[in-house]
């Protein structure tokens, strides 16, 4: 083959591959065109949508168009997030990834329609805070240990509420359970916001929330905290102990993100990442999440996807090990 030859190929082969990104090079350039939807896979009220309006809701003014929030609750956080893999990769549709929907669910579920990993492109972990077991008010438990003997009296007969079936908080009930040797009922809801109702209310005497949703109803007393789940006590509640300092070898936490369909453009998952990374720096969000009781996180998108993927590898013995399987 000639040089002359080579060259000209060179040329073509190099103008074609431009032709091929171009596409995706004015996308980028002209994104956000339109509202952005944030999938929430969860019902109002609980953590993961007070995390998504939280930041939803200071990204909107940063990318010149409003970010809104559509909760689209069932099956442990992954009929929202079936619709987010199946949505164009176009920057106009994110999703609210979490340890229900990513990190558990590809274990539990036996027949689940999207790929944690390869459906999905994960832009910003935005938090990872501890859970919460809390209890109705006129619930005779006031510790751990209480709980314990009550279900010790009349085995079979304590129900505990979650988000729903495949939600951290379900497993860390049963896990929870196991440790202290007691038969606990769950009572799955489409999300934390109905369940915590419910508890409020009394139609269920005791709850495993995270600790960002369940922090403004143990602040008002509607509920009473028993424990915390991370390793350590949670800043925002000083007072109340954890799960292992309570005699209960149990360690949780949450987290969430964001994530984006699968080929959505470097540079919008770029930009994305940048301005969720400030947001997180503001002091105002800091010291709300502070108040909440959730820590924030700084990643970039190559180290929430090593993360998401590192938290599928953790969660599947636990979820073999509870017998857990969701169809």
């Known amino acids: 083959m000639s040089e002359r030859i080579r060259l000209a190929r060179r040329t073509v082969l190099t103008g074609l591959g431009a032709a091929?990104?171009?596409?995706a090079t004015l996308r980028a350039q002209s994104w956000p065109t339109g509202p952005i939807r944030l999938i929430v896979p969860f019902a109002p009220g609980g953590t993961t949508d007070v995390m998504a309006r939280l930041v939803g809701d200071r990204l909107g003014p940063r990318l010149g168009q409003p970010v809104i929030a559509e909760n689209r609750a069932g099956a442990g956080a992954t009929v929202?997030?079936?619709?987010?893999?199946?949505?164009a990769p176009d920057g106009q549709t994110l999703v609210m990834s979490n340890i229900a929907s990513h990190?558990?669910?590809?274990t539990l579920y036996r027949n689940i329609r999207y790929d944690a990993m390869r459906d999905f492109v994960h832009i910003a972990l935005v938090t990872r805070n501890p859970s919460a077991m809390v209890c109705n008010p006129g619930f005779a438990a006031r510790s751990l240990a209480d709980v314990v003997r009550i279900a010790n009296e009349k085995?079979?007969?304590?129900?505990?509420?979650?988000?729903?079936?495949?939600?951290?908080?379900?497993?860390?009930?049963l896990r929870f359970a196991m440790a202290a040797g007691i038969t606990l009922n769950h009572v799955p809801y489409r999300g934390a916001g109905p369940a915590m109702t419910d508890t409020i209310a009394g139609v269920v005497p005791i709850m495993f929330d995270g600790l960002p949703s369940a922090s403004g109803h143990i602040r008002a007393e509607r509920v009473r905290l028993l424990a915390t789940s991370g390793a350590e006590r949670s800043p925002a509640f000083p007072d109340a102990p954890t799960f292992k300092e309570s005699g209960f070898d149990v360690v949780s936490y949450q987290w969430f993100g964001i994530s984006a369909p699968a080929g959505t453009p470097a540079a919008?998952?770029?930009r994305l990442n940048r301005e969720i990374r400030e947001i997180l720096k503001d002091p105002e969000v800091v010291a709300r999440?502070?108040?909440?009781g959730g820590g924030?996180?700084?990643?970039?998108?190559?180290q929430y996807s090593a993360f998401v993927a590192e938290e599928?590898?953790?969660w599947a013995p636990v979820v073999r090990a509870s017998g857990a399987t969701v169809e």
């Not at 929202?80 to 949505?87: L, N």
């Not at 999440?289 to 909440?292: E, H, I, M, T």
């Open 312 to 314: 599928i590898a953790v």
């Open 268 to 270: 919008i998952v770029d």
């Open 296 to 302: 924030i996180v700084d990643m970039t998108p190559e």
């Open 289 to 292: 999440f502070d108040q909440l």
């Open 20 to 23: 091929l990104a171009a596409p």
């Open 103 to 106: 990190g558990i669910a590809p």
């Open 80 to 87: 929202g997030s079936t619709i987010a893999a199946q949505a």
């Open 155 to 173: 085995p079979g007969s304590l129900d505990f509420a979650t988000s729903g079936a495949g939600s951290s908080n379900h497993l860390l009930g």
